[in-house]
């Protein structure tokens, strides 16, 4: 990107630097060794749902789809300016292209197509890569699998959300368990690398109903999957309904025993639990979301969608309207960018290795920020360790159990 | 122009019935605006963070339309549709001589429907009704119809009906402003004499006074006067908004626009206020208004003391462009130096609430709002009371007064039980029920401003399921048995959750409230008591145990920006925090006291 919309993306970088007091940690030539020249990963979002889940404050719009032609248009504008500005000659090469939502799938065939010869203009997947697309069992046709497959797509992300009628209901998706299931075992036959998300804290689902949950994931031919915490977003009628009382927010120490049984059954079936919210068999974890969880650089495009690009983050425009809308005229459409500085970077990805399971390699970051992990969070690492929230282990800093379960109080302190 | 062909007029209506959509439809039809700017209102609805599009500020837009070969100009002077802002609403009515009844057909007359038409009848309003929303699948425009005729006492017979959205039948609403509304009555030969309806504050040119001319013209380079401020000023521009601010030679007899003069101080110009020549001028005056009183009041204290001089200016600048809104300098054991501030009604507090958070990164706490109380002390003083804090001991008073609203409810009638049974446990007075039709009722009660300010909003929403609306307006002050609540947590007393309360809801407000707090309140490492209590007496507890968990496991994707500024606010929350004791307590708990969240009732 060129263009810097938000006029804070100057100066934030400046004012919000935590340890702005202490600028000698970091030199020029120190920090100049982080390579972020090749990027080999892309983000599309795709903003149309059949309905929107009542927790759900996603970029997306439901009931809309007349705006489908509107944003294929617009995509390709925002595409043709990402290629101009980072000078493509011909299709990039990418290791991983992960196309989310919204639903993806909830695209017709034919522009599904039209969306995936759009992309092979300015993408394509290098042997062994990882080509994700974000589905819902509702809809999920055979005509459908049919276009991902021959586009090449080889890991789909299923939002199963659940087992239970009831939890899915109440979560207002738009599929039955059995369905699910259906849908499941259908798409096995056509990917090896099957996902599901699943969530846990509904509003009264028992301890009992994630368990059978979690169970049907695991007899099912999936490789990964990932485990939610039900949040409560302003501006989503959950929100509303909550703080109305109409929902009842299950307590911490539900939240907090179904997460354990989820970590719990879910090694216990062959998965390896490697980021706070993610689980995968030997093999499958995504390589898509460590490119991000391990701060490298990422092209992105379609309303909401955020990019890392030459060391700045940003984030386009949330308002699917206003993003087509600014497209379609070929101007960028910036909802926030900000510029990291060094110390910044260093903090940040601190913040995401510690919650990855592995947690952060001491060595390999200070040859790569060329600063001391002590220095940063001397005082922080040493009250958390006191507290049994941190541990080293070999070479790498990490959570412990019950860190896992405080993560957010520990990560706070690294910033 | 000859005043023949100008007409002025408002948009009224019960919230959401359509009034926005109708004045941009207009705009559109007239070309005032472009399609573009038309379809981005439109568009943005659809996204999640549509904003709540409360007009507040009354505006003016002039748009011209050309019927049978004759080009009119028409003003359209907009109104807010909220019971906090009655004022706003007479004096925009006061500069117009017919105004559209907008009502949505399928929900048909609601409670602000009335009361707005009602005002507009007082000022002897041409009133044209206006069926919206027909192109909604469901809708039953003859019932709504014989509501107006019923209710309102208007002539329904040639309501329009349009569909402000798809903009269907808009050209009869253009045809009958102008063959229905009058023309402006004035003398264009008399001196000058214009009605201020309002006045706003531009950075760049000073003092924005919107005006109507009623006899007379202005033009840049007259020597004006207000009358009611006494100061004179010269002309420097004079124009229309079309919708933006577009300078003209003049203005003549009947028509609306802005004057900008030299004048630098809002609170100079004053709403209501009519200007005319500083010489040769007229010496009859408009009528004024009154002003509004504000009945809502709480604190607000920046977080750190070093913040109070630029809360200050804020508050000052906000006050500029709002003369409904007050504030003077307060203490609190708890909360340091702050202020005091006066709203019209609690969405007049929200809004100029998220003015301040709006307009600036202010760290602030904000107390509980409460009503204006009196007390009669023993001997024989009366005190307005405005803050929980001030109430002197039990032993010095001889009656505690409370103000006291007539409140008008529009629900259906399968919930008038409902409604009577909530009024009757909130002390209210019943007057009378009114059947609009085998559907409706109109009930009319007198209710204590506290127990409208405290739920009642909230609580009608609910009963009804969102068909109920009300309309209140206070009508003075009787005595009650009130008494002074006060919060302990982890046994420090926080003095700026103290509320007045009636004794015989005491104990049901410090249950809700202590629940309430425990929500707000997060965990800790240890436990924490939360009590209410009357004096020394407990009326209720509640405890907070220890932190158990507190990892986001949120999918982000790459969204990296937003999971670091969620931990980062996370850390500014804790810096927002005011320490009382060992716990932390975080701002919107002192809003707590104001939600009643059902869980009482
Ligand atoms: N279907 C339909 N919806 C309308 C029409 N006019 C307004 N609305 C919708 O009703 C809601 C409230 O309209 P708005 O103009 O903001 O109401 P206001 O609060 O009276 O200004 C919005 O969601 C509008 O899109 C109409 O003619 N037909
Ligand atoms: S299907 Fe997924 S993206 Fe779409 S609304 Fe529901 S939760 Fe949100």
Same mark, same amino acid.
């Given at each position: ?42 983000y599309i979002h795709v903003p149309f749902c059949l309905h929107?889940c009542?927790?759900?404050?996603f970029?997306l719009v439901a009931n809309q789809d007349d705006l489908i032609p509107?944003y294929l248009?617009?995509l ?21 292209i992960f196309i989310g939502g919204g639903t993806p799938t909830h695209l017709s065939p034919s522009h599904l197509t039209e969306l995936f010869s759009l992309l092979q203009?300015?993408?394509?997947l290098?042997?062994?890569?990882e080509f994700s697309v974000e589905a819902n069992p509702d809809g999920l046709d055979d005509d459908r699998i049919r276009v991902l497959k021959d586009f090449g797509v080889n890991r789909l992300s299923l939002g199963v959300q ?11 998706r738009r599929h039955s368990?059995a369905e699910a299931i259906e849908t499941i075992q259908r798409c096995s036959d056509e990917f090896d690398n099957l996902s599901a998300d ?15 949950? +979690?169970?049907?994931? &695991?007899?099912l031919p999936l490789?990964? &999957? ?76 379609g ?100 860190? +896992? ?11 | 122009?000859?005043?023949? #062909?100008? %007409? ?12 926005? !959509? ?9 070309? !005032? ?11 943005? @609805? ?110 329904? =017979? ?43 504050? @531009? ?14 013209? $202005? ?12 100061? /004179?000023?010269? $002309? ?30 809002? /609170? ?55 003369? /409904? #809104? ?13 202020? %005091? ?10 809004? $100029? ?7 600036? @990164? ?16 023993? @001997? ?35 919930? $008038? ?94 249950? /809700? ?82 939600? =009643? ?5």
């Open positions: 990107m060129t263009k810097h919309n938000d006029k804070s993306a100057d100066t934030s970088a400046a004012e919000s630097s935590p340890g702005a007091a202490e600028p000698s940690v970091f030199t020029q030539t120190q920090t100049s060794q982080v390579d972020e020249s090749g990027v080999t990963a892309v929107r009542g927790y759900c404050d970029t509107d248009a617009a390709k504008n925002e595409l043709e300016s990402t290629a101009a500005d980072h000078a493509f000659h011909g299709p990039q090469s990418m290791d991983t203009r300015y993408f394509h290098t042997d062994g890569g659940s087992f239970d009628d009831d939890c899915l209901r109440l979560l207002e368990a699943l969530i846990y804290a509904v509003p009264g689902q028992s301890l009992r109903s994630w368990t059978t949950t +979690l169970k049907s994931a &695991i007899s490789s990964h &999957i990932s485990t939610y915490g039900l949040t409560y977003e302003q501006g989503t009628p959950f929100y509303r309904r909550a703080n109305s009382g109409e929902l009842r927010r299950q307590t911490d120490e539900t939240e907090r025993q179904q997460y354990l049984t989820g970590i719990g059954l879910l090694k216990g079936a062959g998965f390896e639990h490697y980021e706070v919210s993610n689980f995968a068999k030997n093999g499958f974890r995504c390589r898509h979301n460590q490119t991000y969880w391990q701060g490298r650089s990422y092209f992105a495009a309303p909401g969608a955020a990019r890392y690009l030459n060391g700045r983050r940003s984030t386009n425009c949330r308002s699917v309207a206003r993003w087509i809308r600014s497209w379609s005229d070929n101007s960028p459409c910036i909802q926030e960018s900000e510029d990291l500085n060094a110390e910044e970077k260093a903090r940040e990805f601190m913040m995401l290795a510690l919650r990855m399971i592995d947690g952060l390699n001491i060595e390999a970051f200070e040859r790569r920020f060329g600063v001391s992990v002590r220095t940063l969070a001397g005082e922080a690492i040493q009250r958390h360790i006191a507290g049994g929230l941190l541990e080293y282990h070999g070479k790498n800093l990490r959570l412990t159990a019950e860190g +896992l379960l405080l993560a957010d109080s520990v990560v706070v302190d690294f910033l | 122009m000859d005043s023949k #062909f100008i %007409r002025n007029f408002s948009i009224i209506a019960h919230i959401d019935h359509g009034k926005s !959509t109708l004045a941009d439809q207009l705009l559109l039809k007239s070309g !005032t605006i472009t399609e573009r700017e038309f379809r981005e209102q439109i568009l943005d @609805d659809l996204d999640i963070e549509r904003s709540r599009g409360i007009t507040v500020k009354a505006r003016s837009v002039t748009i011209n339309y050309k019927l049978n070969g004759q080009n009119y100009e028409l003003n359209l002077i907009d109104t807010p549709g909220h019971v906090d802002f009655h004022y706003e609403v007479n004096r925009s009515l006061a500069a117009c001589e017919g105004a559209l009844l907008v009502v949505d057909a399928f929900q048909g007359v609601q409670a602000q429907t009335v009361a707005n038409a009602y005002a507009a009848i007082n000022v002897n309003l041409e009133i044209i009704p206006v069926v919206n929303k027909i192109d909604l699948p469901v809708i039953r425009v003859d019932e709504v119809l014989e509501e107006v005729e019923n209710v309102l006492g208007l002539d329904a =017979s040639d309501a329009l009906r349009v569909s402000a959205k798809t903009g269907m039948n808009i050209e009869t609403v253009f045809e009958a402003i102008i063959k229905r509304i009058p023309p402006p009555a004035g003398n264009p030969n008399a001196p000058l004499k214009a009605l201020v309806f309002d006045s706003k504050y @531009d950075n760049y040119r000073g003092v924005v006074t919107y005006i109507r001319i009623v006899d007379g013209s $202005v033009k840049p380079g007259d020597k004006i006067k207000f009358m009611r401020a006494g100061i /004179s000023s010269d $002309v420097l521009e004079v124009g229309q908004f079309r919708p933006e601010m577009r300078a003209c030679g003049g203005l003549g007899t009947g028509q609306v626009g802005y004057l900008l003069t030299g004048i630098k101080d809002l /609170s100079l110009v004053t709403v209501g206020d009519t200007v005319t020549m500083a010489v040769g001028g007229t010496d009859q005056p408009l009528p004024g208004y009154l002003k509004p009183k504000q009945m809502v009041f709480c604190g607000m204290y920046p977080i750190d003391a070093t913040g109070f001089e630029t809360l200050r200016e804020e508050l000052q600048k906000l006050s500029m462009n709002d003369s /409904s #809104f007050s504030f003077v300098p307060e203490t609190s054991d708890a909360l340091g130096f702050g202020f %005091r501030c006066g709203f019209l009604g609690l969405l007049h507090m929200e809004i $100029v609430q998220q003015r301040l958070e709006g307009e600036q @990164d202010m760290d602030l706490i904000q107390t509980a709002p409460n009503v204006t109380y009196e007390i009669l002390t023993r @001997d024989g003083q009366v005190r307005t009371i405005d803050n929980p804090q001030d109430v002197p001991d039990a032993g010095v008073i001889e009656e505690f007064r409370e103000p006291i609203a007539h409140v008008s409810f529009i629900v259906p009638s399968e919930n $008038v039980g409902t409604i009577m049974q909530l009024c009757q446990d909130r002390r209210g007075i019943f007057k009378n029920t009114e059947f609009l039709g085998p559907q409706r009722a109109q009930i009319h009660y007198e209710l204590p401003l506290s127990e409208i300010v405290y739920d009642m909003y909230d609580k009608l929403k609910s009963v009804t399921r969102g068909y109920g609306t009300m309309d209140y307006e206070v009508i003075g002050f009787l005595a009650a048995d009130l008494v002074k609540m006060d919060i302990l947590v982890k046994g420090v007393r926080v003095d700026a959750l103290s509320t007045i309360v009636h004794r015989s809801t005491a104990e049901r407000r410090g249950r /809700s409230l202590v629940k309430r707090l425990k929500n707000e309140i997060s965990k800790h490492q240890f436990e924490i008591a939360i009590q209410a209590a009357i004096g020394s007496r407990v009326i209720a507890r509640e405890t907070i145990s220890a932190l158990r968990k507190n990892v986001t496991s949120k999918c982000y994707g790459g969204d990296i920006t937003r999971k670091r500024k969620l931990l980062q606010k996370q850390k500014e929350g804790k810096k927002r925090m005011k320490q009382f004791g060992e716990v932390e307590i975080p701002q919107k708990a002192f809003l707590t006291v104001l939600e =009643s969240n059902r869980e009482d009732g």
